[in-house]
């Protein structure tokens, strides 16, 4: 089944305490994206990447990073997270720039305290 | 930055009623995608529009690009409580898609 799956899908952490979100897709998609959403606000896109080793900033970097080693995979890093930060994050992927449908996966629901 | 203004917010329909969803933008679009997210989960890819005055219909739900390619529209036909859910409307620029803050549409049986 094609699909974009995303761990954990909840987590409670602390302020300053490192977490990685991981995403992976298994329709051999070159471009993927990682996006919050908060209420009022819709979705916001942190980073996408358009290729392995290809990223760049969306409209809301700040504090997040990102790796693109793999096609497949493209976790999203919180070096130090802060309560900011809490959010619903959404990665997503399609298959090329060209391409209209852009899959989502389920969604991780971030708290830091 | 450029972005879309989606009105309104929220929208309470009966049953059998229609429901219809705007999204504005003050500069010209390239092209415009919807989506829709039910309660608890994730946006799912609906269309998307690119010629100006395009209208394509997927059963229920009619969309519409504007001839200045400035604005679009979903509407639906006859709601049923599975349009539950927030529409959003979404535009590409470059590599990055901008999304609307979304119209929650409720159903009452």
């Known amino acids: 089944e094609a699909q974009v799956t995303q761990n954990p899908r909840y987590l409670i952490t602390v302020t300053g305490k490192k977490l990685t979100v991981t995403c992976s897709q298994n329709?051999?998609?070159?471009?993927m994206s990682w996006y919050r959403q908060d209420p009022g606000l819709g979705l916001r896109q942190i980073y996408y990447?358009?290729?392995?080793?290809?990223?760049d900033k969306g409209d809301v970097p700040e504090g997040y990073k990102v790796s693109r080693k793999e096609k497949r995979n493209f976790p999203l890093i919180l070096e130090s997270p802060s309560p900011n930060q809490t959010s619903l994050y959404f990665c997503?992927?399609?298959?090329?720039?060209?391409?209209?449908?852009?899959?989502f996966g389920p969604g991780t629901r971030l708290t830091v305290l | 930055g450029q972005q879309v203004m989606q009105i309104p917010q929220y929208q309470h329909v009966q049953e059998g009623e229609d429901f219809t969803t705007y999204c504005n933008s003050s500069?010209?679009?390239?092209?415009i995608q919807w989506y829709k997210q039910r309660p608890g989960g994730h946006p799912v890819f609906l269309i998307q529009?690119?010629?100006?005055?395009e209208v394509k219909k997927q059963k229920r739900l009619t969309f519409q690009f504007g001839e200045a390619k400035k604005n679009s529209s979903l509407h639906i036909t006859a709601t049923q409580t599975t349009d539950v859910g927030t529409y959003f409307c979404?535009?590409?620029?470059?590599?990055?898609?901008?999304f609307g803050a979304g119209t929650r549409l409720f159903v009452k049986a």
């Open positions: 997503a992927s399609r298959l090329d720039r060209s391409t209209d449908t852009q899959y």
């Open positions: 329709m051999n998609h070159e471009y």
């Open positions: 990447s358009m290729n392995v080793e290809v990223t």
């Open positions: 500069t010209t679009l390239s092209n």
């Open positions: 529009l690119v010629k100006s005055g």
């Open positions: 979404a535009f590409g620029r470059g590599f990055k898609t901008i």
